[in-house]
């Protein structure tokens, strides 16, 4: 069998905030808790993806800066246009809206969001996961 992707693991400031965010924002839920005197670690993941793919927040990590210019993300995909402006318009209230809503690549409107540690998420409709390449 190849190697099969099953978490990502982030080491963060505050796994509560990370726990928050997470929840309100991508609708993940807890799977499972190993915390001990507020260290330790926390796994979620969607609804009906526990056994496929899990983020891991481990306390004890520092803030990542991210620059304007960096790409670095984790990509979620959401029903409609009007999902991604919704959240943009709660993650603009909330201060940490990171890029504004737009057709970034053609037919794929997104925008960006800042986590509790400074990773940003993308919410998108439309954009083809994975890629559609003109290989051929």
Do not use: W
């Not at 909330?94 to 504004?100: A, K, W």
């Amino acid at each position: 069998m190849p190697p099969r992707m099953t978490h990502i693991c982030l080491h963060v400031t505050d796994v509560d905030e990370c726990v928050r965010f997470y929840t309100n924002y991508c609708k993940m839920q807890t799977i499972d808790e190993r915390i001990k005197e507020g260290e330790g670690d926390v796994y979620m993941s969607e609804i009906g993806r526990q056994s496929e793919m899990v983020f891991q927040f481990k306390s004890g990590g520092k803030n990542l800066p991210l620059g304007a210019e960096e790409e670095r993300h984790f990509g979620f995909v959401v029903e409609t246009k009007q999902a991604v402006d919704d959240i943009a318009n709660r993650a603009r209230e909330d201060g940490i809206l990171f890029f504004e809503p737009d057709e970034y690549l053609p037919g794929a409107y997104m925008c960006g969001v800042k986590d509790p540690n400074g990773n940003c998420v993308e919410f998108s409709y439309g954009h083809p996961v994975p890629p559609i390449t003109s290989q051929g």
